[in-house]
C-alpha cells in the first residue's frame, strides 16, 4: 500500500482502484478513498445504492422503492476521483490485473476491491426462485408487493372459497431476521387492508405461514429473545412450523413436511451464498461459497486483492467467522478505504480490522422487536425504536433520512401504507 504515482517512462499516473459493488461495503470504501491522490473506479451492475435492511417495507407497502434507494453517481459525484460504471462484472483477469465485464469490457487495476455481497441461496433449487422471489432487489420487492396485493384484490370478487383461501394464503420459508420481519409485516398488512378496505374478506381468511427447517427461529439470538418473538408471530396471527424442510415449490404450491401449500405469495429468506468471487479468482470457496481473507481483508496468495462484505470469511479475534450483516461490510469498507489510503499517502501500516458490533435487532410488528448486543438484551417497544434509530441512521445521507422518518411516523400515527400500487401489467 505504498506509493501513490507510478510512472509509465516519463509519465506518471495515479494508482488505479477498482471496486466491484456498490453496497454498504464498497460505496464506504470508495467514499473513504475519495479525493485521494488515486483514481477510483466503482463498478455495479445497478446505479443505485440499496438498503436491503429495508426490502421488506417496499414488499409490503410501507415505503417506496425511492425511499431506500441513492444513485451511486448522486452519492460520489463530489469526488472528482471517483468514477461510476454501470456493468455487470463476469470475472477477473488475474494475471493481467483486470476486471471482465458481461459486455467484454475490461477495466485495469492496481488494487482490486470485491465487495459483491451474497444472493439467496436456494439449495441447489434455483428453478424455484420465480416462484419464491427473496429480497435483495426493488424488483423483487416489487414483485412480492403486487403478489400480495393481487391476491386481496381478487380474493375480494370470487365466489370460489377455494380460491379464495388460495389468493389470502402467503407462505415465508426462512426463521431468521428476513423470515421474521416479512411475516410480522404482512401480517399487519392484511390486518389493516381486511378492516379498512376490503368489505368481502374477514380477518381470519387470510393466512401466513413461516416455515423454518431448524427447531427454532432467530437461531443466532438470545433463546429467550427468540421465544419472545415466536410468541409475537403467533399473536398477531403467523403459524409458525419449526423441523419443516422445503421439499418442492412450483406453480404457487409449497410442498414441506409432507403438505400442499398453495399461495398466491411465496417469499424466500432461508439462508444465502456468495456471489461468485472464488470461481472469479480460481481458489476453493468456504461454507456458503465465501472466500477466507487476512486480518487486513487480502485474499492470500493474491497480491493486491481485497475482499469485503458477505463473500468475505473473515474473522474475529476469537477465529470465529463474522456474518453476512450490514454492518460488517459497512466497517470493511471504512477500515480497507482508509487502509489503502494511508498505504498510498506513505503512512504507517494499519492495524488488522476488528469488527465492533453494534448490536442485533430483529422487529417483529407494531412495538414489538428484539434487540441484542455484547452488553444489552432488550424487547418489546424500545428494541423497536432502537431499531428504528438503528435503521435510520445507516441510510445513506439525511434525505433519506427524513423521508424515511416521515413514512414511518405516518405509517405509525395512521397505519396507512401508501405505496400500495400495482403496475399495470400482472
Request: hydrophobic share 45%; with cysteine.
Amino acid at each position: 500500500m505504498s506509493g501513490s504515482i507510478e510512472r509509465s517512462g516519463n509519465v506518471a499516473r495515479r494508482r488505479r482502484v477498482v471496486v466491484v459493488g456498490g453496497g454498504f461495503g464498497g460505496l464506504a470504501c470508495a467514499s473513504a478513498l475519495g479525493n485521494a491522490e488515486v483514481g477510483v473506479t466503482l463498478i455495479d451492475r445497478r446505479n443505485h445504492n440499496l438498503f436491503q435492511p429495508l426490502l421488506y417495507q417496499v414488499a409490503t407497502a410501507i415505503l417506496s422503492p425511492a425511499d431506500i434507494s441513492e444513485p451511486l453517481r448522486r452519492t460520489l459525484g463530489r469526488y472528482r476521483n471517483i468514477a461510476i460504471v454501470l456493468a455487470e462484472v463476469s470475472g477477473v483477469d488475474v494475471q493481467h490485473k483486470a476486471v471482465v465485464t458481461s459486455e467484454g469490457m475490461r477495466i485495469e487495476y492496481d488494487v482490486l476491491v470485491l465487495a459483491t455481497g451474497s444472493v439467496y441461496n436456494y439449495f441447489g433449487h434455483d428453478e424455484w426462485q420465480p416462484d419464491a422471489p427473496g429480497l435483495k432487489t426493488n424488483r423483487e420487492a416489487r414483485c412480492i408487493r403486487e403478489r400480495l396485493l393481487l391476491g386481496f384484490e381478487r380474493a375480494e370478487i370470487t365466489l370460489d372459497p377455494v380460491e379464495r383461501k388460495r389468493n389470502l394464503t402467503a407462505v415465508v420459508v426462512g426463521g431468521g431476521p428476513t423470515g421474521v420481519e416479512m411475516a410480522g409485516a404482512m401480517a399487519e398488512l392484511g390486518a389493516f387492508l381486511i378492516q379498512r378496505d376490503f368489505r368481502n374478506l374477514a380477518r381470519d381468511d387470510f393466512r401466513i405461514i413461516l416455515l423454518e427447517a431448524s427447531s427454532g427461529i432467530l437461531a443466532g439470538f438470545d433463546p429467550e429473545l427468540a421465544r419472545y418473538a415466536l410468541e409475537r408471530l403467533q399473536t398477531i396471527g403467523v403459524e409458525v412450523r419449526t423441523k419443516t424442510s422445503v421439499e418442492a415449490i412450483e406453480d404457487g404450491v409449497v410442498t414441506a413436511g409432507g403438505e400442499r401449500i398453495e399461495a398466491a405469495t411465496i417469499v424466500w429468506g432461508a439462508g444465502v451464498r456468495a456471489s461468485p468471487v472464488a470461481q472469479w479468482l480460481g481458489i476453493a470457496p468456504g461454507a456458503s461459497g465465501r472466500v477466507p481473507v487476512e486480518p487486513d481483508l487480502s485474499v492470500a496468495g493474491l497480491p493486491d486483492i481485497y475482499l469485503i462484505g458477505d463473500a468475505a470469511a473473515a474473522r474475529d479475534e476469537n477465529g470465529k467467522v463474522l456474518p453476512a450483516l450490514a454492518q460488517v461490510a459497512k466497517q470493511q469498507g471504512t477500515y480497507l478505504g482508509k487502509a489503502l489510503r494511508a498505504g498510498l499517502e506513505g503512512h504507517a501500516t494499519v492495524k488488522p480490522f476488528k469488527f465492533r458490533n453494534r448490536g442485533a435487532t430483529a422487529v417483529i410488528g407494531r412495538n414489538a422487536a428484539i434487540f441484542q448486543s455484547s452488553r444489552f438484551r432488550l424487547r418489546g417497544r424500545v428494541a423497536w425504536f432502537l431499531w428504528a434509530l438503528i435503521h435510520v441512521y445507516l441510510l445513506v445521507n439525511f434525505e433519506k433520512r427524513l423521508l424515511v422518518s416521515v413514512q414511518w411516523l405516518w405509517t405509525y400515527l395512521t397505519r396507512q401504507r401508501n405505496a400500495r400500487v400495482i403496475d399495470d401489467k400482472f
